[in-house]
């Protein structure tokens, strides 16, 4: 269990373990099939400074059709912000309700390293409808960056995600999960010979 470990790091790394296995082995993976048991996710160590306490303030829920990397769009509601402080920077992100597929609580968001070290669109840190959240703790929402994830678009071009909108841009850098890469074994010649 993530959620409730009491100590962060290793529900971190229980967690990336999971992640991996779940790429490598779900049937739904968004990693092609002949991929899978090569692919290895990369991250940067676990920074306890990521972790974070967000005041939540509800707000007039107001419909947005966020964009997807298929270029249609998903619809969401916008019903509150989580005000916290990260690197002596006090930031503020907006949180979603997805209105369709399965519902749920999405945080997405782009920091300082989007399209540079990692994932031009953005990643995730909260998908309620994934179990991906952290909980709460003295009223105020959990949100540790180490547990930002990539979203399967990212994976495989057949899957479509909500990319973050430009209200959840971050000036600073989280560096945490930093990519993926696939170590295909070397393909054999018509004569069993490698390349």
């Known amino acids: 269990m993530v959620r409730g470990h009491e100590h962060p790091a290793e529900a971190w790394d229980r967690w990336r373990g999971k992640r991996q296995a779940l790429l490598a082995e779900h049937p739904q993976s968004p990693v092609a099939e002949e ?3 090569h692919v ?3 991250y940067f160590g676990y920074d306890p400074s990521l ?3 967000a005041a939540v ?3 007039e829920g107001r419909h947005y059709d966020l964009t997807t990397s298929g270029g249609s769009s998903y619809g969401f509601t916008h019903f509150a912000s989580a005000r916290f402080g990260l690197e002596g920077s006090d930031l503020s992100l907006e949180l979603y309700w997805l209105d369709g597929y399965g519902g749920g ?4 968001f782009r920091d300082a390293t989007s399209g540079e070290s990692t994932y031009g669109a953005g990643r995730y840190l909260l998908d309620t409808v994934k179990g991906a959240d952290l909980g709460m703790i003295d009223g105020r929402v959990v949100l540790d960056f180490n547990f930002a994830y990539n979203p399967s678009c990212v994976y495989g071009p057949a899957w479509v995600c909500p990319l973050a909108p430009p209200a959840n841009r971050l000036p600073v850098s989280v560096r945490l999960v930093s990519g993926y890469r696939v170590g295909l074994p070397p393909k054999k010649t018509s004569r069993g010979a490698r390349p």
């Open 35 to 37: 991929q899978r048991p």
């Open 40 to 42: 290895t996710l990369e």
């Open 51 to 53: 972790r974070v306490l």
């Open 57 to 59: 303030r509800a707000v």
């Open 105 to 108: 609580l999405l945080l997405p």
